[in-house]
């Protein structure tokens, strides 16, 4: 597939036709329940981007985030940004096991970037 494999975190500019989105990814290090604490630290950081894809913990969901934005002709309009951790096809490893770590939904993300927008769903 030629998918390159960066050690940390950033940016990659996708471009269909006149549209340009900004994808932010990283492997992740939290382990915690709460999957969205570590994708609003990187939010925070990688403010451009219009989806945030961590793995690591093993979670899988897809969440549409919601905020408002000034248009350049100064209107008020919505912008939807993705939040993303990207699953595993690891069964109940040892590790987990030994480690008491909660089960886990196996299967991946799929992201569709087009003209009209973004649309991410859980598989």
Known sequence: MEV???RMPGYTKITIKDKEYKLVSGHGKGGG???DMELDKMASVYSEGDVFFLGHNHQLYVKP???FVVSKDDQEEER???YIRGGSFLKYADYARYSFYPLARTGWVTME???KGVECWEN
Do not use: I, Q, R, T
């Open 65 to 67: 985030m919601h905020s």
């Open 33 to 35: 329940k709460n999957g």
């Open 113 to 115: 970037f087009s003209e």
């Open 4 to 6: 390159p494999y960066f």
């Open 80 to 82: 939807k940004k993705w």
